[in-house]
């Protein structure tokens, strides 16, 4: 696949106790601390600032106590945070999710997240760490080894490699009513459980694993977010299936969905009844962008970004 050089990192399965350690492997990556300030940046310390101020530098990864909240779920939901050590001291973590989805993924193995500290990229460590990505999934019998890549990270994968899966294309959509035949379901065991082995046709922006970690109650946001979430279980088209709506400011719904066997055109004008049902103005939905070439003429909706998945088949 590729070669590394051997050197003095070592890799192992973090503890709640490195949350710390977590923490600011991932705040070497901000430049600059500040708080806004009447539309103005205003430069502050890092200890001045409240834990939601440093959420906002990014997420939960930027404080040791949201941190701790998020390894410790990680842990008990049976997730792998892994850290590299150089001489005692995490210089890098990476999380790994594993599910059983539908093809071409099967049982994957997802990189949710890989960060090395900025004084020590360039000297292979994240490699190493893909590597025992590579080694997990092997040992665990995945059939692929998946990652969401942006710009920035696109090479760096393909080097250690990953080959290109899919082109992602984040939409804003208006919900409305669609002919699809939608019927409520009682809810399961948990979201996990029906979950496992479907398609995720809307919002796979990581893996199926991640998002339903994602959804979870538990998941360390900041208090300021006051993100509702709504699950609904339903048949579409007599296919059993499930949404999860995030909303983070009122009237807008992220929306993420499941199916066992609806395809994703139906499962997004479904998505769309539902979240006109609910009263939401604005959805925002991640499609592959084949899925979004079915439905673009049939639904009111803006392009906003694009992301691309990567694989390696094992």
Known sequence: MFSIATGPATIRLARLDDAAAISRIHQSHVPRWYRKTGGEHCEVGYEALTLDERYGFGGQWMSTETCAIHLNNLLLSHHMPYVAETDGKPVAEMELFVSREGPPYGRACHIGLLYVDKAFTGHGIGAMMVEKALQYARENRCDSLTVSATRATEEFYRRCGFAFRDA??????????F??????????????????????????????????????????LASCMNVQRHIQYLTVNGHPSVFVCQCPVPGNAVVRGWSAGADA??????????????????????????????????????????????????
Not at 184 to 208: A, D, E, K, V, Y
């Open 168 to 177: 992602l294309v984040e939409i804003e959509a208006l919900p409305g009513d």
């Open 265 to 314: 055109g139906d499962l997004v004008f479904a998505a769309l009844g539902k979240a006109a049902a609910m009263g939401v103005r604005t959805t925002n939905m991640l499609l592959c962008r084949k899925d979004y070439e079915h439905v673009e003429g049939l639904i009111e909706s803006r392009l906003i970004g694009t992301r691309r998945t990567l694989m390696i088949k094992l």
């Open 179 to 220: 002919i699809v035949d939608v019927a409520p379901l009682p809810p399961p065991l948990s979201l996990q459980s029906f979950t496992w082995g479907m398609n995720m046709h809307i919002g796979r922006l990581q893996s199926s694993a991640y998002h339903v970690f994602e959804a979870a109650s538990e998941y360390a």
